[in-house]
């Protein structure tokens, strides 16, 4: 007596899943051109999609998106440079002040615009990884995002 062995499919393989998730991606970045992908220095999440790399420092990316991040309303960071300046070269940017410490402990919900609006020209909102909290840029007034401690891949 011959058994027939049936062969069940496989409920978690889907033959065409990996072209229509190839399409999806290529239907969503052929819009915007970019200079890198951005990942998180230590848990190596993406940061950014599309930016643009800076002229002068090869390390260092401009955007106006960006993934995975969140910037740290709460505290303001100051630009600093010269030689008057007590701050390393290697570390341009320190803490001015904390805003959480000085507002009321309400909490309210606030656009990018609102964001930007509350900072001077040399001032910064720091951005962080959303999974692991490395800071890996700033947020400036005109609602650019900075990045300068980030992995990029070329595209």
């Known amino acids: 007596m011959e058994e ?7 409920l978690l393989y ?17 819009k915007a051109e970019t200079d890198a992908t951005l990942c998180c220095p230590c848990c190596f999440v993406t940061v950014c ?13 401009r955007a106006t998106a960006a ?3 969140r910037v740290k309303k709460e505290e ?5 440079t010269g030689e008057s300046s007590s701050v390393p070269a290697s570390l341009p940017f320190h803490k001015r ?4 410490t000085s507002a009321s ?15 001077q020209q040399n001032e910064f909102y720091p951005v962080a990884c959303s999974d692991c909290g490395t800071m890996v840029g700033v947020f400036d007034r005109d609602q650019q995002y900075h990045f300068f401690n980030v992995l990029p891949s070329n595209c």
Request: glycine share 4%.
């Open 4 to 10: 027939s062995e049936v062969v069940e499919p496989d």
């Open 97 to 100: 002040r904390n805003l959480a």
């Open 76 to 80: 303001i960071l100051t630009y600093t």
């Open 49 to 61: 999609m599309a930016c643009e790399r800076h002229a002068q420092f090869m390390n260092q990316y």
């Open 67 to 69: 993934i995975n991040c």
């Open 105 to 119: 402990n309400k909490t309210t919900t606030t656009t990018g615009q609102q964001i930007a609006g509350l900072l």
């Open 14 to 30: 889907d033959e065409q899943l990996d072209d229509a998730d190839e399409k999806w991606v290529q239907a969503q970045l052929s």
